[in-house]
């Protein structure tokens, strides 16, 4: 596609519940990230993906967090019994190459929201 | 470790004044920069990138950012701002290892007649 997507765009989910949310990246970018915005905070990294291996999932809060990607492309994060403190903008990002000049190209995000 | 702070989390300017958005960072290896703006309900948009070429680093909609490894910045700036501008910017900068992106708390920008 022409830009990252991801898919829901808002999503409103009773506390307990799990989730997933997906990002579709730019066609073969290689590097995907996910990260975390929280209300009037800052970008939290929290995984990065090259192809479909995980060298870094440092800024998973917590093990109720766990994400995967598939066929070098789609990723889906998966958040488990969510608590409201979960309750963030979700936002994905690819690049084509993680060396060199490193441009990441960010989805819209998925507002998420713990009732 | 890498890191990056934003001085002012808000600023507010009158249409046609300079805009400058501060922006310091930390990193133990040659650091590759970035600014970021995000409009309401929107995602991350690149304004602009410094890879350790020129220092003076000229990016779109008329925004500018120059490297200064002596004070460790990386400010953003904008001689005229009009109220198009009016949005979030992100500094960041990218991590020595894995080549992920830290960014700063993030600085409101906004703009008044």
């Known amino acids: 596609g022409a830009g990252v997507s991801q898919s829901p765009s808002n999503k409103v989910t009773e506390k307990g519940k799990d989730v997933e949310l997906r990002c579709d990246p730019i066609?073969?970018?290689?590097?995907l990230y996910w990260y975390r915005q929280s209300l009037g905070q800052g970008l939290e990294f929290l995984i990065y993906?090259?192809?479909?291996?995980?060298?870094?999932k440092s800024g998973l809060p917590s093990d109720r967090f766990s994400a995967e990607r598939t066929g070098g492309s789609v990723s889906t994060l998966t958040i488990q019994r969510t608590q409201q403190e979960d309750s963030a903008v979700y936002l994905c990002?690819?690049?084509?190459?993680?060396?060199?000049?490193?441009?990441?190209?960010f989805g819209q995000g998925t507002r998420l929201t713990v009732v | 470790a890498q890191s990056v702070t934003q001085l002012g989390s808000h600023v507010s300017v009158s249409e046609g004044a300079l805009v400058l958005l501060r922006c310091n960072y930390s990193?133990?290896?040659?650091?590759?920069l970035f600014w970021y703006v995000q409009y309401p309900n929107q995602g991350l948009q690149l304004l602009l990138k410094?890879?350790?070429?020129?220092?003076l680093v000229k990016g779109i909609n008329g925004f500018e950012a120059e490297f200064k490894k002596s004070e460790t910045s990386f400010h953003l700036t904008k001689p005229s701002a009009h109220m198009s501008d009016a949005a979030e910017y992100f500094c960041?900068?990218?991590?020595?290892?894995?080549?992920?992106?830290?960014f700063g708390a993030g600085t409101r920008l906004a703009v008044h007649p």
């Open positions: 990002a690819s690049s084509l190459d993680p060396l060199g000049g490193f441009e990441a190209f």
């Open positions: 066609s073969g970018h290689t590097a």
């Open positions: 993906f090259q192809g479909n291996s995980a060298p870094d």
């Open positions: 990193s133990s290896v040659p650091p590759y």
């Open positions: 410094y890879t350790s070429a020129a220092t």
């Open positions: 960041a900068v990218r991590s020595g290892g894995y080549n992920k992106l830290i």
